[in-house]
């Protein structure tokens, strides 16, 4: 037999690799600790994984990752998927930017197949714990805003635009004088955590089943200009 028979194969796809891996895990063997405490002496792997800063750029990412975000769990780590639409440059160049500078790792930025989107990405430890953001669907997730968002004007204002940014949609229609800033979405903690934080900053929003949403004109360019909605 080859030295290379298993190139290319993981345990997924064949079956002695199958076996090798679940001996393996039942004996408590690590294949990889070696070359994994060489990662961490280099730097290239942490061992310590300290809480994110608390500023503006978390604030926001965070609004972002509860819109258009997921995170996923691994046996080794959690993976943490922002999706976008490909076309909107600004949005995937600003987010990646900023899961950059807040977590110190440059993302992976990939397009779907087939779709108009792309995903910005990170694995790593602990993203759900530092994020403050459970792992998997949040359809029913009773979010409760953290209290050094809520103290801060700045930081309320950039948590929106996060959720804004992922959620959010303008339109204007002159010809019938109609103008709109919506906030959709299916969580109801979200649109009532949107609705409230929308009235603290002095505008009168409407609330219906899966949108909060922003009519007179002057509002509607208003909280635009406040959050800095798709300006990039």
């Known amino acids: 037999m080859p030295k290379n028979w298993n190139k290319g194969h993981t345990k997924k796809t064949h079956p002695s ?14 294949n ?11 730097g290239k792997i942490r061992s310590k994984y300290i809480a994110l800063k608390k500023n503006r750029d978390l604030a926001e990412l965070i609004g972002v ?14 993976s943490l998927r922002i999706v976008g639409n490909y076309k909107n440059k600004g949005f995937i160049n600003r987010y990646a930017k900023l899961v950059e500078d807040v977590f ?30 459970p792992v998997g669907s949040r359809r029913d997730l009773q979010y409760k805003l953290p209290l050094w968002i809520k103290r801060s004007k700045k930081n309320r204002i950039s948590f929106l635009r996060g959720l804004y940014e992922a959620e959010g949609s303008i339109n204007h229609h002159e ?17 009532n955590l949107v609705q ?9 929003p ?3 089943r899966d949108k909060v949403q922003i009519s007179r004109k002057n509002d509607v360019q208003k909280l635009k200009n406040l959050l800095k909605f798709r300006s990039y």
């Open 17 to 30: 690799l199958e076996k090798t891996s679940n001996t393996m895990r039942l004996k408590r063997i690590d």
């Open 32 to 42: 990889f600790k070696i070359w994994r405490d060489r990662m961490k002496m280099n």
């Open 65 to 78: 990752v509860l819109g258009d975000g997921h995170i996923g769990k691994f046996p080794r780590c959690e």
């Open 104 to 133: 110190k790792k440059i993302p992976t930025v990939s397009k779907i197949k087939a779709s108009n989107a792309s995903t910005i990405t990170i694995y790593e430890n602990k993203i759900s714990q530092r994020l403050g953001i």
């Open 175 to 191: 010809k019938t004088y109609t103008h709109k800033l919506l906030f959709s979405n299916k969580n109801e903690s979200l649109l």
């Open 196 to 204: 409230k934080l929308v009235l603290e900053l002095g505008f009168a």
């Open 206 to 208: 409407h609330y219906s």
